[in-house]
């Protein structure tokens, strides 16, 4: 499994602007990116996956250079809920034969300032 | 939408007990993980199953067992208890086809050994 390295804690006021970067310098070519958000006391919860380039959806966006050896999530004007723990993990697609490994590593707590 | 159901939500046991965690996948899904989750740690990975057959281990003491039954659903199983598996226990579900790395997770099992 590809080991993920990502800062364990990042402050924000609201409505910036947040990117938090994840290095997987060990990537394999099957290996998806996918984050994850965690509140305190309830599980983890998808917000998104890439593969290459640039991937958006309602919530977030994320970024992988050409290499795949980082990503970065990028979460648009932060508000006080999106205080949470962020995961980042590295891993084949679900596609059966439990070849879907789910492992997480240190996340990042995030603060959102007021 | 139905998600991933965990019984019960929380559990009180003496040391030296035993206690069995039930997990109840979205319908259709064919894989469930379990994790543990100290206070202020990050989710580890224990045990995983697909189509019934565990797929695959990570640091899950002896003292567990877990098996998934013909109708999908998931139970772990904790025996002599100890001071040290107090924690969050959490379950998670994912369709094995291919497209996605998402997993979802249910609300969590509380235990509490006294």
């Known amino acids: 499994l590809a080991k993920t390295t990502q800062p364990i804690s990042m402050d924000s006021y609201e409505g910036q602007e947040v990117n938090i970067t994840c290095s997987h310098n060990?990537?394999?070519?099957?290996?998806?990116i996918t984050w994850y958000q965690q509140f305190p006391s309830q599980g983890p919860r998808f917000i998104i996956q890439?593969?290459?380039t640039k991937v958006t959806n309602e919530v977030a966006s994320l970024f992988i250079p050409a290499d795949r050896k980082s990503s970065t999530l990028s979460l648009p004007r932060v508000s006080l809920s999106d205080t949470a723990v962020y995961y980042c993990?590295?891993?084949?697609?679900?596609?059966?034969?439990?070849?879907?490994?789910?492992?997480f590593g240190k996340g990042t707590k995030l603060s959102v300032i007021p | 939408a139905a998600g991933v159901i965990q019984s019960p939500r929380h559990l009180i046991k003496e040391k030296r007990e035993t206690a069995t965690l039930k997990c109840y996948p979205i319908?259709?899904?064919?894989?469930v993980y379990w994790y543990q989750q100290g206070p202020g740690q990050d989710p580890q990975f224990l045990i995983s199953?697909?189509?019934?057959?565990?797929?695959d281990k990570g640091s899950i003491p002896d003292r567990f067992s877990a098996q998934q039954f013909s109708d999908y659903h998931s139970e772990l199983n904790m025996s002599s208890l100890e001071l040290g598996d107090s924690a969050l226990y959490f379950c998670?579900?994912?369709?094995?086809?291919?497209?996605?790395?998402?997993?979802?997770f249910g609300q969590g099992t509380r235990l509490t050994v006294v």
């Open positions: 998670a579900s994912s369709l094995g086809d291919g497209l996605s790395t998402e997993a979802f």
């Open positions: 199953f697909y189509e019934k057959m565990q797929s």
């Open positions: 890439g593969y290459k």
């Open positions: 993990l590295v891993g084949d697609r679900d596609s059966g034969a439990g070849s879907y490994q789910l492992t």
């Open positions: 060990n990537i394999a070519t099957n290996d998806y």
């Open positions: 319908p259709r899904h064919d894989t």
